[in-house]
């Protein structure tokens, strides 16, 4: 009764054994490959600054209102560094 025990635990040892070797070695090939990818990946960033919604503009009769939701616009809005755009010809 002893000897198929001990067979059977020397095949349990062995197989975990041989799984943990596997694992281990899929484990650096993927590793190995992601820093090779990241050698050959190109990562472009966006040069064109993106759009930030910094205030809203109200007309009351005459008057045209501005309502700043960014602090930091003000400055360029006294110092005149805005574009007008009209939306309704571009599309």
Same mark, same amino acid.
């Given at each position: 009764m002893l000897i198929p025990f001990g067979i059977l635990l020397a095949l349990v040892i062995y197989l975990i054994?041989?799984?943990?070797?596997?694992?281990?070695?899929?484990?650096?090939?993927? =590793?190995?490959?992601? =820093?090779e990818w990241k050698k050959h990946i190109t990562i472009e960033e966006d040069k064109e600054p993106t759009k930030e919604l910094a205030g809203l503009v109200f007309k009351r009769g005459y008057k045209v209102e501005i309502e700043l939701l960014n602090k930091d616009v003000k400055s360029n809005l006294e110092r005149g560094k805005f574009e007008i755009k009209n939306l309704k010809d571009e599309n």
């Open positions: 054994y041989t799984r943990n070797n596997f694992e281990k070695s899929m484990v650096s090939l993927y =590793e190995s490959k992601f =820093e």
